[in-house]
Each structure stands twice: as structure tokens, then as C-alpha cells.
């Protein structure tokens, strides 16, 4: 399922002798590591086919995103691709998959805002985008963290195999945080690594619960309005600090059980 991107790209490549040797890209090559490992363990990826990309720190114009054929399993550091958004390839051994390039070079060009996506097939809020009505249902507190923050693709046109397709996903976004894409997965963007991490994290788990809850064949029961959109506020507040307490103990865990994450 996975797709080569075709070539030649038709970037310039005038930047190949640029340093990327500095602490803040270490930095963020171990956190988007540890994120791809530990969705690995959890099991929210698909094979070699889902993708994690982050703006590379102090290059706006470039981004981290893991390469074609290897596996969540598989991520280290090291592996990780450095592209500019024309697709050309400044560090690391490969390529992007072809719907990683299109996705996110034109969603990090189009939304400066977000410094990391991932988008993956996660099963349980893949399945909520599979069935009518909304996605997410305000009846469970895990599932208002995302309150006010999540656009709809309704529009599911194939594979995101060119740049139009990829301006229209982002245009899709706007400003909402989470984008469900019908008949197909989500996108997770926030400004950091560890942000984006958190909210994909808490996203499945929100959505495990709501099909647990639908299951049962019983009424859900929404959160009325005035409350939800107060527990939202209450736990936005407090994210991005708790984000980076989530993503430390990923590294912990894995620096116990993984270490190779870091090579």
C-alpha cells in the first residue's frame, strides 16, 4: 500500500551542506523516535504506511519524517529523513512515502502553526471516521480535551498521490487541531513533538471508550455544553506541560526496554 514518490522532485538540493548536527534537532530526532516506538507498541500504526513528520528546529522550511519501508518498530533517531518541502532529501538514507511528502511538506507550508503531524490509521478513531453523524460524541471527559478543536474531511477523493491534494487536506484543517479524514484516519498537528504526541495518544483512547460505550447498544450521554466547553478550557491549560511529562516517560520507557530508539 505504500507508495514511492515519483522522481525527479525538482527541488533545488542547494542546502545538502548544511549542518543539522545541533542539540535542539538531537532533540527532536529522539522525540519523534520515541513517538513512532511507542505507537508501535500501542498499536496505532499500519505496517510501513502511517506517517509522523515535525518542523526541524531552526529551519522552518524543512521537516523530520520517518522513510519508505521501515516500520514504526523500526524508527531510530538516525533513520529519520530531513526533507525540504520540494522533496528533496538533505539528510538520511531514502525517501519519504509518496502521501507522507504531499501531506505534510504542503500541510507545514500552508500552517506554520503546526511544528508536528502525524497521521496514522489507529483503529478506534479510524472507525469513528467510518461512521455517520460526528465523530466524537461529548460524553466521556478523555474526548473533551479535543472540544472545539476538530475538523471533518468529508471529502475522501483516493490516495494523497499530488500537491492539490495535500493543500486541499490542509485547507481542510484550518484551524482545528485534529483532523478526521472520512473513510480513511486522522491527523494529529500541534506545535511540538510531545503535544502532538499526548493528543494522539488520548484521541484513541477517547475513541476506544466512545465504541466501548456505543456498543453496549444503550444512549450516550452528552456533556451539556457550557460544561464541556469549561473542562476543555481547564485542560488546555495545563497541556503543554503535561505534554512534555508524557513524552518523558515514553524516552524512560523505552530507554529501559528500546534504548536502540536513540541510535
Not at 7 to 23: E, H, I, W
Request: glycine share 8%.
Amino acid at each position: 500500500m505504500a507508495h514511492q514518490l515519483a522522481t525527479p522532485r525538482g527541488g533545488p538540493g542547494a542546502r545538502r551542506n548544511v549542518s543539522f548536527d545541533t542539540d535542539e534537532i538531537r532533540e527532536a530526532r529522539l522525540d519523534l523516535a520515541a513517538s513512532l516506538r511507542m505507537a508501535a507498541r500501542l498499536g496505532l500504526e499500519e505496517g510501513i504506511c502511517n506517517h509522523f513528520s515535525a518542523v526541524v528546529p531552526g529551519h522552518p522550511d524543512l521537516f523530520l519524517v520517518n522513510p519508505l519501508g521501515l516500520s514504526f518498530h523500526e524508527a531510530t533517531a538516525s533513520s529519520l529523513l530531513i526533507c525540504d518541502f520540494h522533496g528533496d532529501v538533505l539528510e538520511g538514507e531514502g525517501e519519504p512515502e509518496a502521501t507522507a511528502f504531499y501531506i505534510h511538506a504542503r500541510l507545514h507550508m500552508a500552517s506554520p502553526r503546526v511544528g508536528a503531524a502525524f497521521h496514522t490509521h489507529m483503529p478506534n478513531a479510524t472507525a469513528l471516521s467510518m461512521v455517520e453523524g460526528e465523530p466524537l460524541v461529548w460524553a466521556g471527559q478523555t474526548a473533551l480535551k479535543f472540544h472545539g478543536r476538530v475538523a471533518v474531511d468529508r471529502d475522501y477523493g483516493g490516495l494523497a498521490l499530488d500537491a492539490d491534494e495535500g493543500d486541499r487536506i490542509a485547507a481542510t484543517l484550518g484551524d482545528a487541531d485534529i483532523l478526521f479524514m472520512r473513510n480513511h484516519g486522522v491527523m494529529v498537528c500541534a506545535p511540538t513533538i510531545a503535544e502532538a504526541w499526548d493528543d494522539l495518544y488520548y484521541l484513541e483512547r477517547a475513541a476506544e471508550v466512545q465504541l466501548k460505550a456505543m456498543s453496549t447498544g444503550r444512549p450516550l450521554l452528552p456533556i451539556p455544553e457550557d460544561v464541556a466547553r469549561r473542562t476543555a478550557a481547564q485542560m488546555r491549560e495545563g497541556d503543554p506541560e503535561s505534554a512534555k511529562l508524557h513524552m518523558a516517560s515514553v524516552r524512560r520507557q523505552l530507554d529501559r526496554s528500546a534504548p536502540d530508539y536513540r541510535d
